[in-house]
């Protein structure tokens, strides 16, 4: 079982910046793929990141490549959402989730995913 916990998230004004982490505990074997998603109001939840831990291969969606980085700490079993630029339609739940994952694989799909976080509101006023 892996645990996985979302925070860092707010409310930001149109341009400015947030950083989301997502700490895992349990069976955080550094084989694992970790994606970022979200909800945003009345929608069906997106794909946002990807990351895979072993080899740090990524992978963004069109709507927030270039403006946001995803990243890997290994030592603290922490991945990190950097998010700049933002903007009033990035208003959403975010949530991360996790996959064990061969070196190099990324998942961009929704049910790929076998765990998740609770996800943390971030909420863009323009």
Do not use: H
Not at 23 to 38: H, I, K, N, Q
Not at 71 to 78: M, P, V
């Amino acid at each position: 079982q892996v645990q996985l916990v979302e925070s860092g998230g707010g409310l930001v004004q149109a341009g400015g910046s947030l950083r989301l982490s997502c700490t895992a505990s349990g069976r955080t074997f550094s084989s694992y793929v970790m994606g970022w998603f979200r909800q945003p109001p009345g929608k069906e939840r997106e794909f946002v990141a990807t990351i895979n831990r072993s080899g740090g291969r990524t992978g963004y969606a069109d709507s927030v490549k270039g403006r946001f980085t995803v990243s890997s700490d290994s030592a603290k079993n922490t991945v990190y959402l950097q998010m700049n630029s933002l903007k009033p339609e990035d208003t959403a739940v975010y949530y991360c989730a996790s996959r064990l994952g061969l070196y190099g694989s990324v998942f961009r799909v929704e049910s790929q995913y076998e765990y998740w976080g609770q996800g943390t509101q971030v909420t863009v006023s323009s």
